[in-house]
C-alpha cells in the first residue's frame, strides 16, 4: 500500500518549452503533496507544499510563476516547470502523505522522480 | 528556518564493517525521520523517532534520537553491499508535515 507515481519519468526538452509533471497516490488519499528537486550528489530541496484545493506554498527563492503546482483532487498533483531554461535540469520527486492516525500518519511517500533535460 | 546538519558526507566501508550517520540540530525537534535512497531510486521511508533518547532496531540498523531531540544517529553493524546507497535524516514537525532533509551521507561498500 501507499504507491506514489510520477509521470514521465524523464523528459527531455528545449529551452522555452514547459514541461508538466504528474504525481498520483494510487491507493490512498493524499491530504498534501510535497514537491521537492534534487542535483546529482545533494539533497532534497522543498520547492513547495500543496493540499488539494488550495494554493500551494512555495518555500523562500521558488518562483511561484515558474514552478506553477495544482493540486486538483486528492489523488493528483501537478508540476509544470514553465518556459524552461537548461538550470532547470534536474532530478525532481514529489512525495505524498495523507495516512491519517497511527504511526504513520507523517510519514512521506515518495514518487519515482522525473529527470528533466533542458537542452 | 530549521535547518539539519548531516555528517560524514561521504562513507566508504569495506564489507561486514560498521557504518554510521549522524544529525544534528540547533533546535529541538519533534520528530526525526530516516530515509535511504538507492542510486537512481527515490527515498524510501525506514522509521520515525518521537520521544527523547528514544532506540529503535531494524535488524543490522539501530537508530537513536537524542535526549535532548536535537541529535539522532542511523548505525549499521557488519555492512553488506546491499547497503549502499544516501542515508537521509529528515527533521519533521512543521506545518502540513513538511520535512527539512539533512545533507545525506553517500554510502559505499566494497566487497
Known amino acids: 500500500g501507499a504507491v506514489v507515481s510520477q509521470h514521465p519519468s524523464w523528459v527531455i526538452c528545449k529551452s522555452g518549452t514547459s514541461v508538466k509533471i504528474e504525481c498520483r497516490s494510487l491507493d490512498f488519499q493524499a491530504t498534501t503533496m510535497f514537491w521537492y528537486r534534487q542535483f546529482p550528489k545533494q539533497s532534497l530541496m522543498l520547492m513547495a507544499t500543496s493540499n488539494e484545493g488550495s494554493k500551494a506554498t512555495y518555500e523562500q527563492g521558488v518562483e511561484k510563476d515558474k514552478f506553477l503546482i495544482n493540486h486538483a483532487s486528492l489523488t493528483l498533483s501537478t508540476l509544470t516547470v514553465t518556459s524552461a531554461h537548461p538550470e532547470d535540469s534536474s532530478f525532481y520527486i514529489c512525495?505524498?502523505?495523507?495516512?491519517?492516525?497511527?504511526?504513520?500518519?507523517?510519514?512521506?511517500?515518495f514518487g519515482p522522480g522525473t529527470r528533466l533535460t533542458v537542452l | 528556518g530549521q535547518q539539519v546538519m548531516q555528517i560524514p558526507q561521504y562513507q566508504h566501508v569495506q564489507e561486514g564493517e560498521d557504518f554510521t550517520t549522524y544529525c544534528n540540530s540547533s533546535t529541538t525537534l519533534s520528530n526525526i525521520q530516516w530515509y535511504k535512497q538507492r542510486p537512481g531510486g527515490h527515498p524510501v521511508f525506514l522509521i520515525q523517532?518521537?520521544?527523547?533518547?528514544e532506540v529503535k532496531k531494524q535488524k543490522r540498523l539501530t537508530f537513536q534520537f537524542g535526549e535532548a531531540k536535537k541529535n539522532s544517529s542511523l548505525h549499521i553493524t557488519a555492512t553488506q553491499t546491499t547497503d549502499v546507497g544516501t542515508y537521509f535524516c529528515a527533521a519533521g514537525g512543521t506545518s502540513y508535515g513538511k520535512l527539512t532533509f539533512g545533507q545525506g551521507t553517500i554510502l559505499t561498500v566494497h566487497p
Open positions: 512525495s505524498a502523505s495523507g495516512l491519517a492516525g497511527g504511526p504513520r500518519d507523517n510519514e512521506q511517500f
Open positions: 523517532l518521537v520521544k527523547s533518547g
